[in-house]
């Protein structure tokens, strides 16, 4: 009795794990080679966008012309030939391809040779992003959200494998500073934000990540880093922040 039941456990753990190893691979599968499940695609150029829903010419030329000319203004040049975007409007398609990250607006990954990066639903004609029927405001806007998620793609290309190592606010920093349209100087964006708690209605206004685009601002601009130094450095964000207030002292 005792090996039959312990033949069934066994039985159903093996099976079990085929199935999540087969969920796993399939995945995997799909973010590398999203195509099957997006029917269209716009441009030829340095930027492909691909979508589950038509693309209209017009605003499509404007998001792409958009995204890159943000792309063209960051201090990491893209070493790519090409990139892809893809915009999964359809609420399963957001599901499955968001899996590692639910709740964002769009995500960038890497697979060693290359990335994708994916965006949730997006407004050509308007340049806005729609996530579940919340339209996104300026500053982050579809050209932000583009040129946001497809500077993890380059940085990563950069570096590697050390872009585990790079700390959250270098990491998501560098692709704020790149995308956001109007980029206000260090001042402006340090007297604007203060001492105040970064929330929503900080958000709204300054983009996802204000307080680690003053470090990225600070450091690039105020202490003339290069991009690879950025990347390179190992503090954490408290230690950023003290470095960026000892100068403030002086
Ligand atoms: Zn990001």
Request: aromatic letters at 20%; a neutral charge.
């Given at each position: 009795m005792e090996t039959v039941l312990l033949r069934t456990i066994k039985r159903t753990l093996l099976w079990a794990s085929v199935a999540l190893g087969t969920a796993v691979l399939s995945l995997c599968a799909l973010i590398t080679w999203p195509e099957p499940l997006f029917a269209f695609s716009h441009g030829s150029g340095k930027i492909v966008v691909a979508s589950d829903r038509p693309i209209p010419p017009g605003g499509g030329d404007r998001f792409l012309r958009d995204c890159e000319r943000l792309l063209d203004r960051s201090p990491l040049k893209a070493e790519g030939r090409q990139y892809r975007l893809y915009v999964a409007n359809d609420n399963w398609r957001q599901r499955l391809l968001f899996v590692?990250?639910?709740?964002?607006?769009g995500f960038a990954w890497y697979y060693g040779f290359g990335g994708h990066a994916f965006m949730s639903g997006a407004d050509f004609d308007s340049g806005r992003v729609v996530h579940w029927g919340y339209i996104g405001t300026p500053p982050r806007t579809l050209a932000y959200l583009c040129a946001h998620e497809l500077t993890h793609v380059i940085a990563s290309e950069h570096i590697g494998l050390d872009r585990f190592h790079v700390p959250q606010w270098a990491w998501e920093g560098l692709p704020d500073y790149v995308a956001i349209e109007n980029r206000e100087t260090f001042e402006q964006l340090h007297d604007a934000l203060g001492d105040q708690p970064v929330d929503i209605p900080v958000r709204v206004k300054y983009g996802s990540y204000p307080r680690y685009r003053l470090l990225v601002t600070y450091f690039i601009e105020?202490?003339?880093?290069s991009v690879d130094r950025l990347l390179q450095a190992r503090l954490t964000e408290d230690e950023a922040t003290e470095v960026m207030r000892a100068d403030e002292k002086r």
């Open positions: 590692p990250q639910p709740d964002a607006w105020n202490k003339g880093w």
